[in-house]
């Protein structure tokens, strides 16, 4: 049965990412005909064609779009191997580390109060605080940048993870604090879908695409805020954004948008004693 090395993986997904022999050798920093070799030798040994090769260009084959997706997974499973075998042994630092990535501007409170409590547990690991934008979270517990992240459903994707819930909220409207609708006690989506003059927001979904739509493309919190004060978009948001809002805004509760549930998740194959004990403190709380 053929087997797949490291390197052999680096190539074709570097290839089949850029579909383009010369790109994918200049981002890998070598000469595109070892490349081209590697690829060839790689399908021989699978028995399968990888690539299309036309004047066209390059494109993936069926058993191409698997290796690529399997590709993928596997060198972040090796990179996530390295780094927290480094953690865990010291490498960098006197005792074992644990990073936590959490979205910027999200569950502060939670957060605070997660890290003070685990902070005061006998012999507490450090806790690195990695602060992240929109559905990055995922990436990073896949490749080993964190240990652990705080997750929110239904936005990010707990597939392969291990997880508890933590808390439940619902969302608000952020409007322009004079905004006619921000006097009223509660709204609807619809209320707020098709406001004159003030597009809704929109955020990239987890493919980092956004949805069609008259309204500003969201990058970040500080961006929303912004265009929010200056009267250019009304946002959807957790209830944590209550945390951040200015004077210039206003929030009202949304009675029928879906809750925001706040998970803690991890690798389901750690063996961490660290990240056990940082879960039973989040689980206590």
Not at 51 to 75: D, I, K, M, P, S
Not at 178 to 203: E, I, K, N, Q, T
Not at 208 to 227: K, M
Request: net charge negative; glycine share 8%; with cysteine.
């Amino acid at each position: 049965m053929a087997t797949l090395e490291t390197r052999e993986l680096r190539y074709f997904v570097a290839v089949a990412e850029e579909l383009h022999f010369g790109r994918a050798a200049e981002r890998l920093g070598m000469a595109q005909p070892p490349l081209s070799r590697a690829i060839q030798q790689l399908e021989r040994r699978l028995g399968v064609d990888l690539l299309e090769r036309n004047r066209r260009g390059v494109t993936l084959t069926g058993a191409g779009e698997v290796l690529l997706q399997e590709g993928r997974a596997a060198l972040d499973a090796t990179a996530a191997a390295a780094r927290r075998a480094r953690r865990a042994g010291g490498a960098d630092g006197p005792r074992e580390r644990l990073v936590l990535a959490a979205k910027a501007a999200g569950s502060h409170e939670l957060l605070q109060k997660l890290l003070d409590a685990h902070a005061a547990e006998p012999g507490a690991a450090e806790v690195e605080v990695l602060l992240c934008g929109l559905c990055e979270q995922e990436a990073m517990l896949r490749d080993g940048r964190a240990d652990v992240a705080l997750m929110y459903t239904p936005f990010n994707s707990l597939v392969g993870f291990d997880s508890e819930e933590l808390s439940t909220e619902g969302q608000i409207a952020i409007l322009p604090a004079g905004h006619p609708l921000a006097a009223r006690p509660s709204l609807s989506l619809a209320d707020v879908s098709d406001v004159p003059g003030l597009p809704l927001a929109r955020w990239p979904g987890r493919d980092g695409r956004y949805p069609p739509g008259p309204g500003p493309e969201i990058t970040d919190q500080l961006q929303l805020a912004q265009l929010v004060a200056l009267g250019r978009t009304v946002a959807v948001y957790p209830e944590y954004g209550r945390s951040w809002l200015w004077a210039e805004h206003a929030a009202v509760p949304l009675t029928d948008a879906p809750s925001v549930v706040t998970h803690i998740a991890w690798p389901p194959h750690s063996r961490s004693r660290a990240l056990a004990g940082l879960i039973r403190t989040a689980v206590r709380l």
